[in-house]
């Protein structure tokens, strides 16, 4: 009896879709993305809880304080905008377990979105740098008595600057590093507390209607790194804030002028000519040379500028005769309003390393991706 | 008195132990041929309708979206030799210039003739179910045998996506009068090839299955199932593809001439 061996080969009949299907894989994924919104704005439910601290990376995650696990002790957790999954939690030594959602925190992306700067009320009271691609804590540095307000990176990574509020014992710290590297050193590079020209005054003091110098809010870097624009907080009944204009990277006083109100939000223009800020809900345009404003036809509370393109994504809780909030898109050079969409809640606003899309987040975990085709 | 050969009791004489396997695994293997055919059959449908759809998809989409991608390069290009100190322009335009090239290389070339929805015809199916139950690569241990069905599967596969049901009957044809369609050799040794077979046969059912899977998990079915479901409601969801990015490609085009961002 003799019977052939089956053979080893298992080559099966070929489809001849397969080559062509993985060529085509990315178009056939932008029909189906392109088909599920009539809009140019996608939104999706990120996370779940509720917090005002969050900050968005340039690469399209979120890094938000959150409920997590079986206990739903609060974590600071990232989370992917797009795909709506937690990427990673992070936590430190000695982290204490906590549910309460009120903490304080900050948090600020490198523009790689490699590195995030992170400041939270359950672990020590300094700045812990971590490296997403190792996903490890590099270190802490900047230590303080006050609670950061505000981090921001400049463009490039070279340049980190730290805010902090409460009175006398506020001030703005600046950290220099080579190109996105890590870990900062441990203590500043420069550092400036009550600004000069407040300083001939008591710091704390109420001096007449002004108030009283507070601390530092939201900041940004100029596009060349040359310069650092910071809200100088004043805290009184009939308070203005402030928006000083420094040097990069000894923070001396450039310009300083007072706005019309609390300043919540500011960006420069891709050019560096101009500052859009927010403040008291009306949107404004400082010009950073003059300094002189011209308030812009819109109200705004979040505020930030297109990397090269002369757009702003802006978001206010207020729309005129309505109450309602919105999420816009503005063209600086006809200052109209071209595209926009209904939402509340706004927290962080930002585009996306290479323009292409801008990225909102609420307290409540609701993400808007506003992606245009011609971006 | 001579008896007539109808007078003549039948002898019934008992099959032999391996000649009653061998009839039990021939029905077996026969209900699992037939199975085969019919699983083949849908798989060579999804794919061929899933082939004429991409095709379909990548002519009038596809390619509008490479001519957006190459408007956009262009209009990005354009903003960076505006300023040319902007680096994160220099960045954008060299990211929309790369895409662009993605796009046009996915897309292809423009075909020649509108490719048509795939349409298959009860005969198409008959003959394609009878040359996977005569041609399979699985009804075969013959090393050299399931080479050439390989071929001819291949060959009839291409033909069903097709529509060509006169290569499919020639395959057929060929095949039947080849000398490897011929079986021989006594019931020890067929047994042994059909319990082979036997097992073959259960072995691309499985791949059958998970190809199917695999399939219909794909974005190209997520995006024909979607089309179709529209249609079935009287939308022609292809052709508003078609109109938003030709609008897109409109405003794209604006913004080239006039410059500006208004319409983003």
């Known amino acids: 009896m003799e019977t052939i061996e089956k053979s080893a080969e298992r080559r099966i009949v070929p489809a001849g879709t397969q080559g062509l299907a993985v060529r085509s894989s990315a178009l056939v994924a932008r029909g189906l993305r392109d088909l599920s919104r009539d809009s140019n704005w996608l939104i999706k439910k990120v996370f779940r809880g509720h917090t005002r601290h969050l900050a968005i990376s340039p690469t399209g995650q979120v890094c938000a304080i959150s409920p997590q696990g079986r206990h739903s002790a609060q974590r600071v957790v990232l989370y992917d905008i797009e795909l709506c999954v937690p990427n990673l939690a992070l936590s430190v030594p000695n982290e204490l377990l906590v549910a309460a959602t009120d903490l304080p925190a900050a948090f600020a992306w490198s523009p790689t979105g490699r590195h995030l700067v992170a400041a939270w009320g359950a672990w020590n009271p300094a700045l812990h740098i971590f490296d997403l691609h190792g996903k490890a804590l590099l270190g802490t540095f900047g230590e303080s008595k006050s609670f950061p307000a505000h981090l921001t990176w400049s463009d490039t990574g070279k340049y980190f600057a730290a805010g902090t509020s409460g009175g006398s014992g506020a001030s703005l710290r600046l950290w220099e590093s080579a190109k996105d590297s890590a870990p900062l050193a441990r203590t ?188 | 008195m001579a008896l007539k050969a109808t007078d003549i009791p039948p002898v019934h004489t008992p099959l032999k132990p391996e000649d009653e396997e061998l009839a039990l695994k021939r029905a077996e293997q026969a209900a699992l041929e037939t199975e085969l055919a019919d699983r083949e059959l849908r798989a060579a449908n999804l794919r061929a309708e899933l082939h004429a759809f991409e095709a379909r998809y990548l002519h009038f989409v596809g390619l509008r979206y490479a001519e957006l991608d190459e408007l956009k390069a262009q209009i990005a290009e354009r903003l960076a030799k505006e300023q040319p100190a902007n680096e994160r322009a220099q960045q954008a335009a060299r990211d929309a210039r790369s895409r662009a090239d993605d796009t046009q290389s996915a897309a292809g ?125 009287g939308r022609d969801v292809l052709k508003e593809m078609i109109e938003k990015v030709d609008s897109q490609i409109a405003q794209a ?8 961002t208004n319409g983003a």
Not at chain 2, 253 to 260: A, C, F, P, S
Request: glycine share 6%; aromatic share 8%.
């Open chain 1, 188 to 375: 500043a590079a420069s550092e400036i507390g009550t600004p000069e020209w407040i300083e001939a005054q008591a710091a704390g003091a109420e001096f007449a209607d002004e108030g009283s110098f507070w601390g530092y809010g939201r900041a940004a870097f100029s596009p060349d790194e040359k310069s650092l624009a910071s809200v100088v907080e004043i805290r009184g009944d009939w308070a203005d804030d402030s928006i000083v204009i420094l040097d990069v990277p000894r923070l001396r006083n450039r310009n300083a002028f007072t706005a019309q109100g609390h300043v919540t939000d500011l960006t420069w223009t891709p050019g560096g000519e101009h500052i859009v800020y927010c403040a008291a809900g009306q949107a404004y345009r400082l010009e950073a040379a003059t300094p002189t404003f011209e308030p812009l036809p819109f109200g705004a509370e979040l505020c930030a500028c297109h990397p090269h393109l002369p757009l702003c994504v802006c978001f206010s809780s207020w729309l005129k005769n309505s109450a309602k909030g919105r999420l816009f898109l503005v063209d600086l050079n006809r200052l109209t309003v071209f595209d926009e969409y209904a939402a509340e809640g706004v927290v962080d606003l930002r585009w996306s390393l290479d323009g292409s899309k801008a990225f909102a987040v609420t307290q409540d975990g609701l993400a808007y991706i506003y992606e245009p085709p011609l971006l």
């Open chain 2, 253 to 260: 085009k604006q913004r080239l001439e006039i410059g500006g």
């Open chain 2, 109 to 233: 070339e423009k075909a020649e003739h509108e490719p048509h929805a795939f349409q298959s015809s009860p005969e198409m199916k008959r003959l394609y179910r009878e040359v996977a139950k005569r041609i399979h690569p699985d009804l075969t241990s013959d090393r050299a045998d399931r080479a050439k069905r390989q071929q001819l599967m291949a060959e009839a596969n291409d033909a069903y996506a097709h529509g060509d049901e006169a290569q499919l009957t020639k395959i057929l044809t060929e095949y039947e009068c080849s000398p490897e369609a011929v079986k021989g050799e006594g019931p020890g040794a067929e047994l042994i090839r059909v319990i082979r077979q036997i097992s073959q046969a259960r072995s691309r059912l499985s791949e059958i299955e998970a190809e199917m899977q695999e399939l219909l998990r794909s974005d190209l079915y997520q995006l024909k199932s979607r089309l179709d479901e529209a249609q079935q409601h």
